[in-house]
């Protein structure tokens, strides 16, 4: 009998079909999928809806955000909450991505099964050369995609099995995990052969899309990748030419920023939700439906068509964002440069950096439904209210704040989560430079230096921060260029990774917040208090292995610790 397969006809946003499920009723041949222009284009698309958003990444609602330091999740109940407390294990996995070989065998069999394909029966429509035009990068763009599921993989598991064939179900089953810097070579390779044959951009080509693999994403995901790979959690002997690699890969892409066009970067306001169209900082993301779900979950409690608060970013991140007048910190132990004296912790949100109020809506700030923020205790979104924010803080980074979700007019918006954007890399070329050189005005056989790319994210329009002073240490300089990637790429997924790649996990566990009371003149009372102490042992810088997986292929071995 000749072997059937299901094509899901699926969004991008949704969750991806079971390859390796049979079900004759239901079930095209695989010969007809794969010589059908359309349906190879639906198989295509499937194997992109792999590729998750951030939004509710953790049980239903939770961002990985909830498990670090940036933010914690209001829902008692949600199980990220098991980051927290060391209540989870091999046999109860949070943010299990082990599916991801899924969309690697999806990957493997496209690459096989659409080998030379001609889509012979359409050489005789109008529209054929159209056709081939857009078939020409599908495999590169299925091959961008597996490098990039085994990124997603290796940074949570470290060794994993690289297959890259199509396996029979025994043979899958029968892998050894496969060292973490092989894999990390092989994401490398890939994104080095197929970047010349992917688009700078699909705008000018016969079918627009927005979210598919361009050159500059496959070269991104090579940056990233070495970025990792020389960082201390995966470099413990901290071989240079290693972070030296990761500088050269980012220079690769800043050298095409312009052609790719990435610069100059949109200003602060056009990064987020409804003004992704004007975004063009952005590499690769995703874009969801037009829907209200993200407000519903982050919307003050309190409000007409409130919502149920999640994510309370913290104080520990608030604190980050450094004064705008004079780039100083807010904190003396920001490890970098003291304190500016003109800051005031009783009017704590005066003056600050540009983009934390993109990041918080805060007590004072007005926003949904032009309303304004209460914080303080007995205000109409503060304790002791049920749901109320435990930190003093509000997300406002993608949550949309013109969506209405009064009963007599409830309105949605589309989001798009940003995977990879060019501050991103431009962070990575930083931080690489920084540590192979160890000077941030080095840039012998390089575009720019590792200051001159910090200047280009805080000079942003609407964000105008100074430049980094020249007095800075060395060690200063990093600690100042931590801080930058902190506050820039919040609640971007970069955070939960970052302080594993740089083993600080275990000290980040003191969660703080603001308590704030107010006076009878109608001022305000702030007040810094510990609202959680977690737990962070050793063999969480890795996810255990799934223990299903381990009784189905015991040659895989289990995590340290774990």
């Known amino acids: 009998m000749k072997t059937k397969l299901f094509i899901c006809l699926l969004a991008f946003s949704i969750s991806s079909c079971n390859y390796l499920d049979h079900d004759e009723s239901d079930f095209l041949e695989k010969e007809a999928v794969f010589s059908s222009f359309k349906y190879t284009s639906n198989f295509l698309t499937n194997i992109y809806s792999y590729v998750p958003a951030a939004f509710g990444t953790i049980g239903d609602d939770a961002m990985r955000s909830a498990a670090c330091d940036e933010a914690i999740f209001v829902d008692n109940l949600s199980p990220v909450h098991s980051f927290n407390n060391g209540a989870w294990s091999a046999i109860n996995t949070l943010d299990d991505k082990w599916d991801y070989f899924k969309g690697i065998r999806a990957v493997n069999m496209f690459l096989k099964e659409t080998e030379g394909q001609e889509f012979e029966d359409l050489k005789h429509n109008e529209d054929y050369n159209d056709i081939m035009a857009q078939f020409k990068y599908y495999p590169y763009e299925a091959r961008f995609l597996r490098a ?28 050894k995990r496969t060292p973490f810097e092989t894999i990390i070579q092989f994401i490398a390779d890939e994104c080095d052969a197929i970047a010349p044959h992917l688009p700078i951009s699909y705008k000018e080509l016969i079918k627009s899309e927005t979210g598919r693999a361009t050159r500059g994403a496959a070269m991104a995901l090579k940056s990233r990748a070495l970025l990792y790979a020389a960082s201390p959690l995966f470099n413990p002997n901290n071989d240079i030419e290693k972070w030296k ?22 200003d602060l306001w056009s990064l987020w939700n409804n003004n992704y169209t004007n975004n063009n900082e952005l590499i690769f993301g995703v874009m969801q ?6 407000e519903r979950v982050n919307f003050p409690i309190g409000i007409e068509g409130g919502g149920s608060t ?24 920001a490890g970098y440069e003291h304190a500016d004296p003109n800051y005031d912790p009783q009017n704590p949100y005066e003056g600050r950096d540009p983009r934390m109020y993109e990041l918080v809506a805060q007590n004072g700030a007005w926003w949904v439904y032009d309303q304004q923020v209460e914080c303080w205790y007995g205000g109409r979104s503060g304790k002791p209210q049920k749901n109320a924010t435990v930190t003093g803080y509000y997300l406002r980074k993608y949550v949309d704040g013109s969506t209405s979700l009064k009963s007599e007019f409830v309105t949605s918006k589309r989001h798009v989560w940003n995977i990879m954007r060019y501050s991103e890399v431009l962070l990575n ?11 941030p005005h080095y840039k012998e056989g390089y575009p720019i230096s590792a200051n001159e790319a910090v200047k280009i994210i805080r000079e942003r329009t609407h964000v105008d ?5 020249d007095n800075l240490t060395t060690e200063e300089f990093k600690a100042k260029l931590r801080n930058e990637r902190r506050v820039e790429l919040s609640f971007e997924d970069h955070r939960f990774w970052d302080i594993r790649r740089w083993k600080i996990a275990d000290q980040t566990t003191d969660i703080y917040g603001v308590d704030i009371t107010k006076n009878e003149d109608g001022s305000f009372n702030y007040q810094k208090v510990l609202v959680e102490k977690r737990i962070f042992k050793d063999c969480m810088y890795l996810y255990p292995i799934p223990q299903s997986e381990i009784y189905i292929n015991p040659g895989l071995g289990q995590n340290p610790g774990w």
């Open 465 to 469: 921060m100074p430049g980094y002073p």
């Open 245 to 266: 690699s990761a500088a050269k890969a980012a220079a690769d892409v800043i050298d095409n920023a312009w052609d790719f066009g990435y610069m100059p970067l949109p």
């Open 148 to 175: 990039y599921f085994y990124f997603e993989l290796a940074k949570r598991y470290g060794d994993i099995p690289l297959i890259t064939t199509l396996l029979t179900e025994e043979e899958a089953n029968l892998q």
């Open 429 to 439: 070329f930083a931080e690489a430079m920084m540590e192979a050189y160890g000077d």
């Open 289 to 294: 439906r037009e829907d209200n779900w993200f």
């Open 310 to 333: 999640g994510h309370c970013p913290t104080e520990n991140l608030v604190e980050a964002y450094e004064m705008q007048e004079s780039g100083l910190p807010v904190i003396p132990n």
